[in-house]
């Protein structure tokens, strides 16, 4: 959104500010502005003058010699030139010796610009030069009646009859101007308009705002009698205006308001179309003109479009139109795609006799999603897209009926068809002025804050203690609203510092972030380093890790609009990422690496997908170099130990992993529940990953740790009484596990049995074949009393029962 400081000014008439200091005040205020452009910059001592003679230069076919007056009183100073469009008589811009311009001939702009000096041209003085719009900063396209190549030529154009001779060029073309650019929050429907920025700039430094004056215009006749309107689709058309100009004289507009659209960055065409880009860009209210005799039926029907409809936008594209887009149709056609462009079946012409005006406010995400659809973004649909307000439409079209009028470019016709179902009012909002002054620890009294409010045009009921909100103010909805327009009138530098108030509450990790950090904790006490891999993956993975092609990990949530094969499903396992970062880091030659990730895998509930999928948390671990598989187990079971999961973890080697070592791996159980798994990445898996070390990893399922996981922890006392050791070996077939044994010790060991440990493990020339020996060292102890021999006997008896039925012995 960008706006001359002119333009507001003719709203604001008071208003005597600085550039830098609207900038500041009106940013501070709620109005952001990204910056100004000041068109004069680059410009300086550029006055009206008049070539009175002009003679050839007698050493340069293409330059002559103009005698130029530069001032009301006659003086005149010499100046050549090239240029081959201006002859006696001409009155034209003129730098001075010493002055400025923005840039040359051709367009281009140099920073700081252009400095004139006094000179010689082929042995004679020039004192100055004259100017072409480019050197003044500005182009063809701005000023129209600019010539092609040469010098710009004010008495070529009547609108400039009258002007002083030695009067400042730079004011007569509009450049002693400055364009701000804003940032218009989407909410600020109205500040999307000239009116709406001016309205906010009285407020913010307390000037009076004096809108335009719209009169009522027409002649006797009924708009009703031209042309008729339906709304077939009204929740798309909340509001539809249309009224009627006849004996159109088509011409230029007035130089104010090409100034003013110029320095909006909208190049003047002619008097109608410079007529409704004005008034859009003063209401934020888009507008559209059609030939009123091409509209057949004279009716207009605002309908959705037809699948398969074809239409010829004014620019000249076929568009493929289908139900989802409004149309704006006469009785056999469409004439116009609603908000968006109009149609070159009803295009104005320079032969057009009768007008239809049209101001609609229509669905603003419809209008967003249409244009997108069709690939065509439009002024117009930029304003739309932020949702309009329909009271603005009658005045806004009234406003452009009263420029016609104006301008002389045609007889309005009186009256309007106005087809507005839905009337939108005004709303109201409860105000508590002692909350507002709570919220921002201010002392300010009713009646100030109240004054804020009526600076924007939000009036207060004393009856009922509300503040009545217009339509147009759409970001006004309930008594934070008010708070925030008593903060930035007030000055939000001028809010005190204050302590607040309220209850302290003591903030804490949820229950599940406390198990994942424990798990951060453990794993980095270990040395290993955090990992991140992306949730999207490749259906090859699957393949890569020996995964059956029935197995149920390959049911996977497929990526709708994937960035690419490679990242088109949701992992249903997390070993890929692991083992990716474990290849990346082994080709660049780490030696020993070990890393931990906390991420989710995603197994649809049922498939095909009909429902959100079953999010898990898991927490993996990866391992090469030193270390084994019981350093990862030992690593897994210090975390176990320190969230509260007492309880012997049991290891069930009959995993079934297929990308795990077979001998070597485990699921691991609590509860009789499978938490998770361990053991040694299979061969060919590291062959497909490019690993060429032994490599272990250890998953566990978040879900089922943290259900099963404690916090409360007791303390008990140090021992008062000794402990009593026994050491035993013994010999058992290799398929009796360390875990089996150790389930007999806990469960024979009554409430005195304090510790066990393993220390040796032997398979060899002294043991028979298929059998190992296993040796454990078990610590006794009681709480209350000093343990007598006949007491470990007895238990230990109880143990030795329970090995044997295992079938194991005790070594000789």
């Known amino acids: 959104m960008n706006t001359p400081l002119s333009w507001i000014k003719a709203y604001v008439p008071d208003l005597d500010v600085t550039a830098q200091e609207y900038t500041d005040s009106m940013t501070l205020s709620g109005t952001k502005v990204e910056g100004y452009e000041k068109l004069d910059a680059d410009l300086d001592k550029i006055v009206v003058g008049k070539i009175l003679k002009i003679e050839r230069h007698p050493d340069a076919d293409k330059l002559i010699i103009c005698q130029v007056q530069i001032t009301e009183e006659g003086e005149t100073v010499q100046i050549v030139t090239g240029a081959p469009n201006v002859k006696e008589g001409d009155i034209v811009p003129v730098v001075l010796d010493g002055g400025r311009v923005a840039g040359g001939h051709d367009g281009s702009k140099t920073p700081g610009g252009i400095k004139i000096k006094k000179g010689k041209l082929r042995g004679v003085e020039s004192c100055g030069m004259m100017c072409s719009i480019e050197e003044l900063g500005s182009s063809k396209e701005m000023y129209p009646d600019a010539p092609d190549n040469g010098i710009y030529i004010f008495s070529d154009n009547p609108a400039y009859d009258g002007i002083k001779i030695g009067s400042s060029a730079i004011t007569v073309l509009g450049l002693d101007d400055v364009v701000f650019e804003y940032e218009i929050t989407s909410n600020r429907v109205d500040c999307f308009g000239v009116i709406g920025i001016a309205r906010e700039a009285a407020a913010t430094f307390g000037k009076s705002y004096q809108p335009p004056f719209v009169k009522a215009t027409g002649n006797q006749e009924n708009a009703g009698d031209y042309i008729s309107v339906d709304i077939q689709d ?59 005799d091409l509209v057949a039926g004279k009716k207009i029907i605002v309908r959705r479009g037809k699948d398969g409809e074809e239409f010829q936008t004014l620019d000249g594209q076929v568009r493929k139109i289908d139900s989802s887009i409004l149309m704006i149709c006469d009785a056999e056609k469409p004439v116009g795609i609603a908000g968006i462009m109009g149609g070159e079946n009803s295009k104005i012409t320079d032969d057009v006799k009768t007008l239809l005006f049209e101001a609609a406010c229509f669905n603003g995400t419809n209008i967003r999603l249409s244009g997108k659809k069709l690939g065509l973004r439009t002024d117009a649909a930029a304003k739309f897209e932020k949702g309009l307000d329909p009271n603005t439409a009658m005045e806004a079209i009234n406003r452009a009926c009263q420029l016609i009028e104006e301008l002389g470019a045609g007889e309005v016709v009186g009256g309007a068809v106005d087809i507005y179902p839905e009337v939108r009012q005004p709303k109201r909002v409860p105000f508590h002025y002692e909350r507002t002054n709570k919220l921002l620890g201010t002392n300010l009294d009713k009646e100030t804050m109240i004054g804020y409010f009526k600076k924007i045009d939000l009036d207060y009921d004393e009856i009922t203690g509300e503040v009545i909100v217009p339509s147009w103010r759409q970001d006004v909805e309930c008594q934070a609203d008010l708070d925030e327009e008593v903060a930035r009138f007030y000055g939000y530098a001028n809010i005190p510092t204050t302590l607040p108030t309220g209850e302290a509450t003591t903030g804490k990790l949820s229950f599940k972030l406390r198990i994942e950090n424990m798990a951060r904790n453990i794993a980095e006490q270990f040395g290993f380093n955090e990992a991140m891999n992306y949730s999207f993956e490749s259906p090859k993975v699957f393949d890569k890790l020996l995964i059956p092609a029935d197995d149920k990990l390959r049911n996977t949530l497929i990526i709708s609009n994937p960035l690419g094969e490679d990242f088109s499903i949701m992992r249903t396992i997390s070993l890929n990422g692991m083992l990716e970062s474990l290849s990346t880091n082994y080709n660049r030659r780490n030696k020993n690496v070990r890393l931990y990730e906390l991420g989710s895998i995603y197994l649809p509930k049922v498939f095909p997908v009909t429902e959100l999928p079953d999010e898990r948390m898991q927490f993996t671990l990866g391992m090469y170099g030193e270390g084994d598989f019981f350093d990862l187990k030992g690593v897994v079971e210090e975390y176990l130990e320190k969230i509260g999961m007492k309880k012997l973890v049991s290891y069930d080697p009959k995993a079934g992993k297929p990308f795990l070592h077979p001998g070597r791996q485990a699921n691991m159980i609590y509860d009789n529940t499978v938490i998770g798994y361990i053991g040694e990445v299979h061969p060919d898996v590291l062959d497909n990953y490019d690993i060429g070390d032994k490599a272990y990893v250890a998953v566990l399922d978040i879900p089922e740790i943290v259900s099963r996981a404690s916090f409360d922890v007791k303390y008990e006392g140090i021992a008062k009484y000794p402990a009593v050791s026994r050491d035993i070996s013994m010999v058992m077939p290799k398929v009796i596990l360390a875990g089996d044994v150790e389930a007999v010790i806990r469960k024979n060991g009554g409430h005195i049995l304090e510790s066990y440990r393993l220390f040796d493990v032997y398979e060899g020339s002294q043991i028979k074949e298929g059998y190992k020996s296993m040796a454990y060292s078990i610590s006794f102890r009681a709480k209350d009393r000093t343990l007598e021999d006949k007491d470990v006997t007895e238990v230990m008896k109880k143990i030795l029962d329970g090995l044997s039925k295992l079938g194991i012995e005790l070594r000789q």
């Open 234 to 292: 009204k929740d798309l058309c909340s509001r539809y205006v249309a009224r009627v100009v006849k004996n159109i004289k088509i011409g230029p507009s007035p130089l104010w308001m090409q100034r003013r659209l110029a320095a909006c960055g909208i190049r003047p065409i002619n008097n109608l179309v410079d007529i409704t880009n004005y008034v859009m860009e003063e209401y934020s209210q888009p507008m559209h003109a059609y030939d009123l």
